[in-house]
């Protein structure tokens, strides 16, 4: 079975230690919730993961099917199959979202020498095209779309779509979904739940990265996580999402939130034993 691990990870921004200790297994076929106040430490676990050149991962190792991708660009990353959905999507102007997904497929299905045969195969222009309306049907979305520059005067619930059909379209092995639900009225957070749903075929791991309840009420997680203080401090089912949501995260960070933060390994394991 396939596994995305984070051992022990360590990082910084610009000399400051945010991540210490990040412990955290997701399985092919799991969708995992990762919660926590603002500062905890969320977005640079992700911006980590995929490589943002600002972030310094110091000590420990994410492992992609036992690979260790901190040594990889991020591109590299890609191809292994990683994904990564922006909390705040960039505009490319002049680049329209069909030119970039074509762009990007290709890009990811690229052999390289230690991998001789992506997973992702390699597809003619008519091939792709019919990827694509496939994936349109799939994420119920206009066609309209794929003429428009990407993320060019979008509203904030389009770039959050425009990510999900990247997503679908570039079929990773392990998606983090960085907040989407970030900006999102009611209906463009059903819409784009919907479109992560559609995507959950048993293959697929995911990460969860979320402030709310809100969100879970549609991409509902086998397993849920609290990161403070740049450690995961709690681990549980479902039922922990609707715990915070009642109680918020006061007492846990008054708790936890010193320098000295416990933490605990965060598999599947130890989610179903807490939950």
Same mark, same amino acid.
């Given at each position: ?26 399985? &092919? ?21 995929? @490589? ?27 191809? %292994? ?5 922006? &909390?705040? +999507?960039?505009? *490319? +102007? ?15 299905? %690229? +052999? ?9 195969? %390699? ?47 570039? &079929? ?13 009225? *009611? ?32 991409? %509902? ?24 949501? &009642? ?10 939130? @010193? ?17």
């Amino acid at each position: 079975m396939r596994e995305l691990v984070i051992k022990d990870l360590h990082a910084t921004v610009e000399g400051r230690e945010i991540l210490k200790g990040v412990n955290l297994t997701v399985r &092919q076929g799991e969708t995992h919730a990762l919660m926590g106040p603002n500062g905890s430490g969320k977005s640079t676990l992700a911006s980590v993961m995929m @490589g943002h050149p600002s972030y310094e991962a110091t000590s420990g190792e994410v492992l992609l099917d036992g690979e260790n991708i901190l040594e990889m660009s991020p591109d590299e990353r890609a191809r %292994k199959g990683l994904f990564l959905a922006f &909390q705040y +999507p960039m505009s *490319i +102007p002049g680049v329209s979202v069909a030119n970039f997904l074509r762009l990007s497929y290709g890009a990811v299905s %690229k +052999p390289e020498e230690d991998d001789p045969e992506p997973y992702r195969k %390699k597809l003619t222009a008519r091939e792709f095209r019919a990827l694509l309306n496939e994936k349109l049907g799939l994420l119920k979305m206009d066609t309209t779309m794929l003429s428009r520059y990407l993320n060019e005067g979008f509203s904030g619930g389009e770039k959050k779509r425009a990510e999900i059909l990247q997503m679908a379209v570039l &079929q990773p092995r392990f998606a983090v979904l960085d907040e989407t639900d970030s900006g999102l009225d *009611i209906d463009a957070l059903r819409i784009v739940s919907e479109g992560v749903n559609a995507q959950r075929d048993g293959e697929l791991g995911t990460l969860v990265i979320t402030h709310y309840q809100r969100l879970l009420d549609y991409i %509902k997680p086998e397993f849920v996580h609290v990161l403070v203080a740049g450690r995961i401090v709690k681990n549980g089912g479902p039922e922990l999402a609707l715990e915070l949501e &009642q109680k918020g995260y006061e007492q846990i960070i008054k708790e936890y939130g @010193g320098d000295d933060v416990p933490f605990e390994p965060a598999t599947a394991e130890t989610a179903a034993a807490t939950s």
